[in-house]
């Protein structure tokens, strides 16, 4: 199902539980509605609904917090790769052209092998990982003079890679986490029971009752897709997919037709 439609599903969800509550509230209260009964309801309403409103804006905020980390993650982990395969220009001919052939071996193996099961495993690729991990393998094989000869440029590739790893790890790692059911729990127990709340509030004319209610339901709704669709930020309508990753590849062609 594409954004647009579990969007729909969602708001139109909570839209038929309030406008319903509402006509079934008004036929079970009518008749011993009573003096100042509107006046503690809508007191004790208004109290509920700020108390939620700071909870789902907070859990909300917490949410798309988390989401934009991991789209800067990707990004700088992708971007990384660039410089990392030009510095392997400064090595010495061999070495560096095993080099860019296990960093190509890596970008492809997380666009093609990893990406489609992240979430899946924290473990990610094994493909990926033993691309990344080969380069470690070249320079443990290189000799004391071949070292020597190319200090400076190792130091920077080794540092970045480092970095790249870093990243690669926080990406499995977010990829894998999910909001705790408790605040699952908050977030719609929460706007369940605001929205029944406003089932004891009694209008003289029906469907202003049922609009209001209505549309303070789709506002909960809307708030509560945002939040299914941003907690996983690899999955579902609007997950995060490997474009980074690709356009790392084609820089690549471009450092090596000497751009």
């Known amino acids: 199902m594409g954004a647009v439609g579990l969007a729909a599903l969602i ?13 079934v ?23 509920s609904s700020v108390v939620y409103a700071v909870l789902l804006g907070f859990l909300v905020i917490v949410v798309w917090e988390a989401y934009d980390n991991a789209h800067r993650n990707v990004a700088e982990e992708a971007a990384s790769l660039v410089p ?15 080099s860019r052939k296990q960093i190509r071996a890596y970008t492809d193996a997380v666009i093609n092998d990893e990406w489609p099961m992240l979430g899946e495993t924290v473990a990610g690729s094994v493909k990926a990982r033993r691309a990344i991990g080969e380069l470690d393998r070249q320079f443990s094989r290189l000799t004391s003079a071949q070292r020597a000869a190319d200090a400076e440029v190792d130091g920077q590739f080794l ?3 480092s970095n790249i790893v870093a990243d690669r790890n926080r990406r499995l790692l977010e990829a894998a986490d999910s909001i705790p ?5 908050g977030a719609i127990g929460g706007g369940a029971l605001v929205m029944i709340m406003s089932f004891f509030i009694y209008m003289e004319r029906v469907w202003p009752h049922v609009l209001m209610a209505s549309l303070s339901g789709a506002l909960i709704g809307l708030l509560l897709f945002i ?27 471009d450092v090596d037709r000497g751009d």
Do not use: C
């Open 25 to 47: 509230g008004r036929r079970l209260i009518r008749k011993d509605v009573a003096a100042y009964h509107n006046e503690v309801m809508i007191s004790l309403f208004a109290a």
């Open 84 to 98: 990392l395969y030009r510095l392997t220009y400064g090595m010495q001919s061999w070495h560096g052209a095993e």
């Open 181 to 185: 059911w408790v605040m699952w729990l």
């Open 11 to 23: 708001i139109a969800l909570s839209v038929a539980f309030a406008s319903g509550g509402v006509l």
């Open 227 to 253: 939040m299914m669709v941003l907690s996983r930020p690899f999955s579902g309508p609007l997950a995060l997919g490997p474009e980074h990753f690709r356009t790392a590849l084609a820089v690549m062609d």
């Open 159 to 161: 540092a970045t890679k």
